[in-house]
């Protein structure tokens, strides 16, 4: 492994040699590596990248956009919840608060010092989350269930926080949902209960699986295409 700079590019980059066939760039974390095999030499890697900086920039900069999109968990700064921005602040009331354009959070103790902000908002923010996720989206999961005459298919609805998944249907019957999703518009909510109880009867993406969500909800493109655009700023945890 070799790390470069071309000052032409204006980026550095990592070559990361192995028993590949191809050569291939990742970009990754504002990080650029230039895999190749074991038989290329470098001129040959830095010639490959330039061919393709255009597009090596064009992800850095989704990254850096995506990366400014993500939440910071300090008081005084923006979260989503139901699809509007709340400003986060903190009390010592055991409770969360929802105003206008506020999200108080206490913890039943009196308002922790800044070094222990990030570790207090993010415990009760998940629980706050995970709760209301449990008390909207089960009993509207097996509502959904029932008007597509789906409830004797619907074994479980269960919460876990994943990294690459909305929601996810087993074969078994058991829905599962990231609780995170509660940041979302509650249409955007509903999209993805409507599309998880679908997957009930049709356990593929197919014509007959998107007829199906639509009978419920005719204009699930427009809810794809709003958490596939805030998907970062929803993924504070």
């Known amino acids: 492994m070799s790390a470069s700079c071309l000052t032409q590019l204006g980026f550095g980059f990592v070559i990361v040699r192995s028993k590949r066939k191809s050569a291939a760039i990742h970009v990754r974390g504002a990080k650029v590596e230039v895999r190749i095999p074991d038989f290329v030499d470098d001129q040959w890697a830095q010639e490959f990248l330039l061919s393709k900086q255009a597009w090596v920039r064009q992800k850095l900069a989704q990254q850096a956009k995506q990366h400014a999109m993500k939440p910071v968990l300090a008081q005084g700064q923006k979260i989503l919840w139901l699809g509007f921005q709340r400003t986060i602040t903190l009390h010592s009331h055991k409770s969360v608060e929802l105003g206008e354009s506020v999200i108080a959070l206490g ?25 209301q996720a449990k008390a909207y989206m089960i009993p509207r999961t097996w509502e959904l269930a029932r008007l597509y005459g789906l409830d004797h298919k619907l074994v479980d609805v269960v919460f876990r926080r994943t990294k690459t998944k909305w929601g996810h249907c087993t074969s078994t019957g058991r829905i599962q949902y990231n609780w995170l999703i509660m940041g979302a518009p509650k249409a955007v909510i509903d999209y993805l209960i409507c599309h998880e109880v679908s997957h009930l009867r049709h356990p593929h993406h197919g014509p007959a699986f998107w007829r199906c969500v639509a009978q419920f909800c005719p204009d699930y493109k427009r809810h794809q295409v709003w958490l596939r655009e805030n998907s970062v700023a929803l993924s504070w945890c």
């Open 107 to 131: 913890n039943g103790r009196s308002v922790p010092d800044k070094a222990q902000h990030a570790c207090v908002i993010q415990s009760v923010l998940e629980g706050f989350f995970k709760q």
